[in-house]
């Protein structure tokens, strides 16, 4: 079993090129429909990741058999379903987006000082990136360098068209020099903060009655740098719209109290989120182990 | 007052929340990341934040902070520099 995520996204560069040209041309409805028997073969050859979602609705809903089956039916479906809607917005699609609390995101977002906002594998996060563009600040992602090149250059190029600019982590510390600069001259760093990729620290919170542990690096990032930290969140709330979910966490005390205490309200978020829109928790691994 | 290495030490062991070290445990010319004493990204990130809290040092050129950051002989040599 795998202890952390690997980091990749699936798809061929031949399968992610045709996807993009017939989004140009289809509507997404047709191609859901198509998906909703693919999703079948993915559930079945890609049996390890299956069991994981199963389990999930298993163990943390106490669904019975056969609704976690349907279950994790449907978070095959809905996550087909995010993948569709990125390459469809590649493709020059629109989505409409819907606020939680517009009032309270924009006081958040149209700070003046440098900030860290936070994603997840839970709802589509990418989205918000290539849905809001035009933010008052300059914006800054961090991607895995092991990515899958093709998903990679579609981001860099789909983020560069929206002003956003990307940063590489790897092996070498630059990101850490890049990130640093970037909040210090005010601007956006946007990162995942529920996976561990690379880094063997992190912070142990309870999400869904079980202990979890997130990557301790964004919060530290935040305690270190003493930056304002966002949580958002993009949930898929119907076939054409996005509801974005915003919430600022708040500690004090040590870097790594801090640190720790913003990682457990950020686990509470999770949690909060996930208990809405169950079907969209997209990590296909054991996340508790 | 001129920094000495063992304030520095003293203050990196404190930032790094390094349990268990001394001063006298890092040596002045060893790395500081990979072989050395073996910080990571964050830790990095953690001496930045000890250079503008205690020295009013702002590191953001990538390159510079990582000659600054190589041991904590350039470390105090850099302080000099900049005082």
Redesign the interface.
């Known amino acids: 079993m795998e202890k952390e995520w690997s980091g990749r996204s699936d798809g061929t560069p031949w399968m992610l090129r045709t996807l993009t040209r017939w989004l140009k041309h289809l509507d997404v409805r047709v191609i859901y429909g198509v998906m909703a028997i693919v999703v079948v073969f993915y559930i079945i050859f890609g049996y390890r990741h299956s069991v994981n979602i199963y389990r999930y609705f298993r163990r943390c809903f106490g669904d019975w058999r056969l609704k976690a089956l349907a279950r994790t039916y449907a978070t095959y479906f809905q996550f087909g379903q995010a993948i569709m809607d990125r390459m469809a917005v590649y493709a020059g699609r629109k989505y409409k987006i819907e606020h939680d609390d517009v009032e309270r995101e924009m006081k958040v977002k149209e700070s003046e000082e440098g900030m860290i906002i936070l994603g997840s594998h839970i709802g589509n996060y990418e989205m918000a990136g290539y849905l809001m563009g035009g933010m008052r600040k300059p914006m800054n992602v961090l991607l895995y360098a092991g990515e899958n090149a093709t998903v990679m250059r579609n981001r860099i190029e789909h983020f560069g068209r929206n002003g956003i600019k990307v940063i590489t982590v790897d092996e070498t510390?630059?990101?850490?020099?890049?990130?640093?600069?970037a909040l210090?001259?005010g601007e956006i760093v946007s990162l995942h903060a529920d996976r561990r990729v690379n880094?063997e620290?992190s912070l142990d919170v309870d999400i869904l009655g079980r202990t979890a542990h997130l990557p301790?690096?964004p919060f530290?990032?935040s305690a270190?740098?003493g930056k304002r930290v966002v949580g958002q969140f993009v949930m898929k709330t119907k076939w054409d719209t996005y509801k974005i979910y915003c919430r600022e966490y708040k500690a004090e005390g040590g870097?790594?109290q801090a640190a720790a205490e913003m990682a457990r309200q950020y686990g509470a978020e999770m949690e909060r989120i996930t208990r809405m829109y169950p079907t969209q928790w997209y990590n296909f691994y054991d996340f508790w182990k | 007052m001129n920094v000495t290495k063992e304030q520095l030490k003293q203050q990196i062991i404190e930032a790094l929340n390094l349990e268990g070290m001394t001063p006298d445990d890092i040596q002045d010319d060893a790395p500081l990341f990979g072989e050395g004493l073996g910080l990571d990204s964050i830790d990095a990130l953690e001496l930045m934040m000890v250079f503008d809290k205690h020295y009013g040092i702002k590191l953001t050129d990538r390159n510079e902070s990582k000659r600054v950051f190589a041991s904590v002989n350039t470390m105090v040599e850099y302080i000099e520099s900049k005082r």
Request: glycine share 4%; charged share 25%; aromatic share 4%.
């Open positions: 510390m630059d990101h850490v020099y890049a990130v640093n600069k210090q001259e880094s620290k301790a690096g530290l990032l270190v740098t870097v790594r």
